[in-house]
């Protein structure tokens, strides 16, 4: 029995893979006989979206209806409007979450024709549709949501999302069976890096710290080469072609072409046509290796960041404080291997000047699909211990309406939800998260706090740091917070994400995600002190509570993103979808 899919739902491409009957994970192929799709959605009608290979090329011939790099907007908000960045295409208006549940429609769809072709479904057997999908370490808690949201708009249930490098780890040390081990995930993807140092303790991943940036990628590599092309132009033409929107568009697919030819050969011959005429020239690889050496260095700067967080809480010792040669004890010491992931990792010069660096060959295998192949390990652990008759009872038991909250919570671990329905719930699907699968140690994407005001005399607000960026996961803080005025009835707890690594944060540099009242029974006097708690679990789900003791006012929030889509935005979208044909 197939358990899950699990899908690597990446800026430039995607992947889904499954675990075979031998225990083995393995990809599979979209219905072009590829075994990753482009992550472009080309919406030919309203009513027919072309997902991959072929909306590629309408970027170039119809870019108001195609859309790429959908993954940079997810979670993220606009501006000005305070909403989900939203765009209008063949007029409708969608959203991030939307468009990327076009990706993830089609390539579920194309899995299971693959399953059913390779006799691994019958005809009878539903569709899989219970799916783990992966996300950068970076992810904050709305981007993660997004992720969850898409899957939800594409039909599916999305079981758990899990960070990229994790996946890749677990892949690694379960292909390799290795069960006691510290590595680095070096990824470089089409528009997002990110580094990960990850412990595997028993077979299970425990993530160190991650460092990275979403706006390092092959992309850059590629604008690179096509500034280089366009001025190359220039020089023998006396056009500039950069000024003419097709030939530039045309530009960036032949220079990703080249760049791919100088992973496997020394020299890659260009041609280029813009109104003045034809140019062509040979390319080499040591050109383009020395034209691009300020972004590999870009990408080592981040791998030194983050050996020296790892240092700095193996020594239990302030980052700010660790020298070069604890540093370098760390890497020598701890490290085992490096792992390379994704497609800018197949570029010669990542392994080469990696190996010189830090004295590790790193390793190649699957790198197009270890994040899939991870995530669909994770699919096939998720649900061990609960049958199909084991949600049954839940379902019996919680009632047909909360039955997908609950279901969500158990798989989640989130405490608070599973504390309410506690009594009527079977006992052994409310026992400890450790029980339930797989469950992975985890580092915090990001900075939470609430905002409160800087002394009781400031009119100056800023955000109160709970949980920071890196720190190891479970982790619960609380904080005393006191009134400021005579006769207050509540408290506005306002939850807020940055990058900041210090105790207090200036407000404009953080994005809140969230709210809620702590309500008094009566007026309270000023100075009435209360206690807030945030709380993240090794899922890195959030949970905000606020309490006043002696009138034992409690706030309990789940984690409410509130930049989100609503759920009539949501159930719209869902029903476009069904609408809607894929290829
Ligand atoms: P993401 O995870 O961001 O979706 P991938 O890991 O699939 O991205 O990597 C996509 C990037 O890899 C693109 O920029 C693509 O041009 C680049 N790429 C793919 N194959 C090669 C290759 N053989 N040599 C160099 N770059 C490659
Ligand atoms: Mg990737």
């Not at 366009?230 to 097709?246: C, H, S």
């Not at 649900?383 to 084991?390: A, I, L, M, N, R």
């Not at 930049?563 to 290829?583: G, Y």
Request: proline residues 3%.
């Amino acid at each position: 029995m197939i358990k899950g899919l699990g899908i690597d739902l990446g800026t430039t491409y995607s992947c889904v893979a499954y675990i075979d009957e031998n225990g083995k994970p393995v990809v599979l192929k979209n219905s072009e006989g590829k075994a990753t799709t482009p992550s472009v959605v080309y919406f030919e009608t309203k009513d027919k979206v072309i997902v991959g290979e072929i909306a590629k090329q309408s970027l170039v011939s119809e870019p108001d209806n195609t859309v790429a790099f959908i993954k940079r907007d997810m979670g993220k908000i606009d501006e000005d409007t305070k909403q989900p960045i939203m765009r209008t295409i063949q007029g409708i208006q969608m959203s991030p979450q939307e468009i990327s549940a076009k990706i993830l429609t089609k390539i579920v769809k194309d899995a299971n024709a693959e399953l059913r072709m390779i006799g691994k479904l019958s005809d009878s057997d539903p569709d899989v549709k219970d799916v783990v999908i992966t996300c950068p370490a970076y992810f904050g808690m709305a981007e993660r949501e997004a992720t969850k949201v898409a899957g939800k708009i594409a039909g599916l249930n999305v079981v758990n999302i899990i960070p990229e490098p994790t996946a890749a780890a677990l892949n690694y040390a379960y292909v390799s069976q290795v069960k006691q081990k510290t590595f680095m995930v070096y990824d470089l993807g089409g528009g997002t890096f990110d580094v990960t140092i990850i412990e595997m303790n028993n077979g299970i991943p425990r993530v160190i710290c991650t460092d990275g940036s979403h706006t390092l990628g092959g992309k850059d590599w590629d604008e690179m080469l096509v500034q280089y092309f366009a001025e190359k132009y220039l020089e023998e033409k006396g056009e500039d072609v950069r000024e003419n929107l097709d030939i530039l568009q045309e530009l960036f697919l032949k220079a990703e072409q080249t760049k791919i030819t100088l992973s496997s050969r020394e020299t890659a011959p260009v041609m280029i046509i813009g109104d003045a005429g034809r140019l062509n020239f040979t390319m080499t690889r040591t050109e383009f290796d020395e034209k691009t050496k300020e972004l590999l260095e870009r990408s080592l700067s981040y791998i030194d960041n983050c050996l020296k967080i790892a240092a700095a809480k193996k020594y239990k010792k302030e980052d700010e404080t660790i020298t070069n040669e604890e540093v370098n004890k760390y890497l020598s010491e701890n490290i085992s291997d490096i792992l390379l992931v994704g497609g800018s990792s197949k570029m010669p010069q990542v392994s080469k000047l990696i190996s010189e660096r830090y004295g590790i060959e790193p390793k190649e295998a699957d790198l197009d699909e270890a994040v899939a192949k991870g995530a669909a390990i994770c699919a096939s652990t998720e649900f061990t211990g609960f049958s199909e008759e084991d949600w049954q009872l839940v379902k019996e038991s919680v009632g047909e309406h909360e039955f997908d909250v609950v279901k969500e919570a158990i798989q989640t671990g989130n405490e608070n939800v599973i504390k309410q329905f506690e009594d009527v719930l079977p006992r052994h699907m409310v026992q400890k998260q450790e029980s339930r699968g797989m469950i992975f140690t985890n580092v915090s994407p990001r900075t939470y706090g609430t905002s409160a005001y800087d002394s009781s005399a400031s009119d100056k607000l800023v955000i109160f740091n709970f949980i920071k960026r890196n720190d190891e996961l479970p982790k619960k803080l609380t904080q005393s917070f006191y009134t400021r005025e005579e006769g207050q009835s509540g408290v506005d707890i306002d939850l807020y994400e940055s990058f900041s690594m210090s105790a207090k944060t200036e407000l404009e540099d953080g994005t809140k995600i969230g709210s809620g009242v702590l309500d008094f029974p009566h007026g309270m006097p000023k100075g009435t002190c209360i206690e807030v708690t945030i709380n993240m679990n090794s899922a890195g789900l959030l949970e905000v509570s606020a309490f006043h003791k002696e009138t034992n006012s409690v706030y309990n929030g789940t984690f409410d993103v509130s930049n989100s889509l609503s759920p009539e935005e949501t159930k719209q979208a869902i029903e476009r979808n069904k609408q809607q044909s894929f290829s």
